[in-house]
C-alpha cells in the first residue's frame, strides 16, 4: 500500500507545502545528527578532537597509519556532508 503525501497532508490537516518544507527540513536534521554521530565514533575511537589532531597524531606516529588513515579520509568526508547538509538547511529555512 502506497500513500501520497497529499493524502498524509490531508489526514494531518497541513497545507502540502508546510508538510514538504517540514519533511525536508527534519531529514536534513536527521542526516546531520547521524553524520555528528559517526565523527563522534572517531573521536572517541582516537580520543582525538578534531580530524587535524587525528592527522598529526598519525604523522608522529602515535596512531597506527592503518586503519586511520581511512578513517580520517571518511571523517573528512562527514565534515563536507555535515557542511552541505548546513548549507541545505540554511536554504530551506
Not at 494531518?12 to 559517526?38: C, F, G, I, K
Not at 581511512?70 to 557542511?83: G, P, V
Amino acid at each position: 500500500m502506497t500513500i501520497a503525501i497529499e493524502q498524509v497532508a490531508q489526514k494531518l490537516n497541513l497545507p502540502l507545502d508546510r508538510l514538504l518544507h517540514e519533511s525536508l527540513l527534519a531529514y536534513v536534521a536527521q542526516q546531520e545528527r547521524l553524520t555528528e554521530m559517526d565523527i563522534a565514533d572517531f573521536r572517541d575511537r582516537y580520543s582525538v578532537s578534531s580530524s587535524e589532531e587525528l592527522s598529526a597524531r598519525i604523522e608522529k606516529g602515535e596512531v597506527y597509519s592503518h586503519p586511520a588513515w581511512e578513517d580520517l579520509i571518511e571523517w573528512e568526508n562527514l565534515r563536507a556532508y555535515l557542511k552541505r547538509l548546513s548549507e541545505l538547511r540554511a536554504s530551506i529555512i
